[in-house]
């Protein structure tokens, strides 16, 4: 019985841990991560309302094209995202404007692969839903 009773308190521990790291860390702090080689941006989406929201992502390149994934219990930006593709993006001090496409199949499998999260990071955020990835293609 005391085992269980350590279990559980381990438990409640991590799903703190896992609360803290993602509402106080990546939501509400949104780490620019400059100590690290994990290239950034910030993307600005637009809700039904109008109203705009910004949000810091790691970005990913492969073959020239910019991905960046919703791997994260919060994930209001990608809605957003969908809802509206056409959004803002800073990058490298640069601000310019983006269709955000929703990659799936051979294009998903490949840059997945390509790109995986470190285990490390899915226990920090406590093995979070299936990621889903957006290709952000520059406005013409």
Same mark, same amino acid.
């Not at 085992?3 to 803290?20: E, H, N, P, R, T």
């Not at 994930?75 to 496409?101: C, F, K, T």
């Given at each position: 019985m005391k085992i269980l009773k350590w279990f559980g308190i381990l #438990? &409640? &521990? /991590?799903?703190? *841990? $896992?609360v803290l790291f993602e509402t106080l860390f990546l939501g509400l702090y949104q780490p620019k991560l400059e100590g690290t080689e994990l !290239?950034?941006?910030?993307?600005?989406?637009?809700?039904?309302? @109008? #109203? +705009? +929201?910004d %949000? =810091? *992502?790691a970005r990913f390149d492969t073959d020239g094209k910019i991905y960046v994934s919703a791997h994260h219990w919060t994930r209001g930006w990608? +809605? %957003? #995202?969908?809802?509206? !593709?056409?959004?803002? $993006?800073?990058?490298? @001090? &640069?601000? @310019?404007? /983006? *269709? #955000?496409?929703s990659v799936t199949d051979e294009e998903f499998d490949r840059v997945a692969r390509e790109h995986p999260i470190p285990i490390r990071f899915v226990v920090m955020m406590?093995? !979070? !839903?299936? =990621?889903e990835i957006l290709r952000l293609d520059p406005s013409i």
């Amino acid at each position: 019985m005391k085992i269980l009773k350590w279990f559980g308190i381990l #438990a &409640a &521990a /991590y799903i703190v *841990l $896992v609360v803290l790291f993602e509402t106080l860390f990546l939501g509400l702090y949104q780490p620019k991560l400059e100590g690290t080689e994990l !290239p950034m941006l910030v993307i600005t989406t637009t809700d039904d309302s @109008g #109203a +705009s +929201s910004d %949000r =810091r *992502l790691a970005r990913f390149d492969t073959d020239g094209k910019i991905y960046v994934s919703a791997h994260h219990w919060t994930r209001g930006w990608h +809605s %957003r #995202a969908l809802g509206n !593709p056409n959004v803002q $993006v800073e990058m490298d @001090g &640069a601000i @310019g404007d /983006y *269709l #955000a496409v929703s990659v799936t199949d051979e294009e998903f499998d490949r840059v997945a692969r390509e790109h995986p999260i470190p285990i490390r990071f899915v226990v920090m955020m406590g093995f !979070p !839903p299936e =990621r889903e990835i957006l290709r952000l293609d520059p406005s013409i």
